[in-house]
C-alpha cells in the first residue's frame, strides 16, 4: 500500500482548507486510515482517524468541532477538511492506514502505512 498526501499550504488563521490522502496498491487489506501531524519542534500526534464503512470518527481534543474526516473507498481516498485553523495546527500531516478495525482512535504502533505528510502553516 502507498499513501500520498496532498494538499498543504499556507493560510490566515480563521481560514479553511483540505488535506487529502491517495490509497494505492492494496487498498482492500486497509481498515482504519486517519491524520496524524508533526508540529516543529514537537513529537507526531494523532489528529482523526475514520474505521472503513466511515463510522466511527475520532478526534484530538483540539480539533474536534473544527476538522472533519472522511474518506471515499472507491476512490481510495481520504481528506480531512480544516476550519477555524490557528497558527498552533501549524504542522506537517501525516496520511496512515491500518490493517486493522479497532473502532477506537489509532495510535502509532497501530500503523501499518504512512503517508509522506504535508505541510499545513497558519498565519497569525
Known amino acids: 500500500v502507498q499513501l500520498q498526501a496532498s494538499g498543504g499550504g499556507l493560510v490566515q488563521a480563521g481560514g479553511s482548507l483540505s488535506v487529502s490522502c491517495a490509497a494505492s496498491?492494496?487498498?482492500?487489506?486497509?481498515?482504519?486510515m486517519g491524520w496524524f501531524r508533526q508540529p516543529p519542534g514537537k513529537d507526531r500526534e494523532f489528529v482523526a482517524s475514520?474505521?472503513?464503512?466511515?463510522?466511527?470518527?475520532f478526534y484530538a481534543n483540539s480539533v474536534k468541532g473544527r476538522f472533519t474526516i472522511s474518506r471515499d473507498n472507491a476512490e481510495n481516498t481520504m481528506a480531512l477538511q480544516m476550519n477555524s485553523l490557528k497558527p498552533e495546527d501549524t504542522a506537517v500531516y501525516y496520511c496512515?492506514?491500518?490493517?486493522?478495525?479497532?473502532?477506537?482512535?489509532?495510535?502509532?504502533?497501530?500503523?501499518?502505512?504512512w503517508g509522506q505528510g504535508t505541510l499545513v502553516t497558519v498565519s497569525s
Open positions: 475514520i474505521s472503513w464503512s466511515g463510522a466511527p470518527t
Open positions: 496498491g492494496r487498498t482492500d487489506s486497509i481498515y482504519d
Open positions: 496512515a492506514a491500518s490493517l486493522i478495525g479497532s473502532r477506537a482512535p489509532l495510535y502509532e504502533k497501530m500503523i501499518d502505512y
